[in-house]
C-alpha cells in the first residue's frame, strides 16, 4: 500500500485495476482476471491466474462492480486451466470462460443453462492492490 500512496505523492496517477472470479467452462477450476481500466468505462483483461475457492472470498473478488466496455489485450492468453480467450456472464451474475464457438452453455457456478445472447455491461469484482 505504501508504494502506491507514494506513486501518487509523486504525481503518478494510481492504475483502476479490479480481479473478477472465474470459473473454467471446461474444468469448473476458479481463476481471476486481471481489468484494468484503460479510459473511462473501458475495461481491458490483461491477464489470468489460478485462484484457490478460499483466497476468492478472502480477497474479495464479488465485493464490487465495474461497469462499461470490457475486451481483453494483447498479453492475456486466456483461461489458466483451457486457454479460451472469451467469456460469459450467467443470468446468476458470475462469469465462466468460452471458447468464443458453443452457444449453448451450462454455467459453471449455478449449473444453469441457456444459450448465449447479449454483451456484458457490469462485472463483479475486488481490488487488486
Do not use: H
Not at 22 to 32: A, I, Q, S
Not at 34 to 61: H, L, T
Not at 73 to 84: A, H, Q, R, V
Request: aromatic share 12%.
Amino acid at each position: 500500500m505504501n508504494e502506491f500512496r507514494e506513486n501518487k505523492e509523486k504525481g503518478f496517477p494510481l492504475l483502476n485495476v479490479a480481479v473478477a472470479a472465474v470459473r473454467c467452462l471446461k474444468t469448473g477450476k476458479l481463476y481471476g482476471i486481471r481489468f484494468e481500466e484503460k479510459s473511462r468505462n473501458r475495461w481491458i483483461g490483461d491477464w489470468a491466474f489460478p485462484v484457490k475457492e478460499n483466497q476468492a472470498s478472502k480477497e474479495g473478488y464479488d465485493k464490487t462492480t465495474i461497469a462499461g466496455s470490457f475486451d481483453f489485450g494483447e498479453t492475456y492468453k486466456g483461461c489458466p486451466y483451457c486457454e479460451s480467450k472469451g467469456i460469459f456472464k450467467c443470468s446468476c451474475g458470475k462469469i465462466n470462460c468460452w471458447d468464443g464457438v458453443v452457444k449453448f452453455v451450462t454455467c459453471r457456478w449455478c449449473g444453469g443453462k441457456g444459450e448465449l445472447s447479449g454483451s456484458i455491461d457490469n462485472i463483479s469484482s475486488g481490488s487488486d492492490r
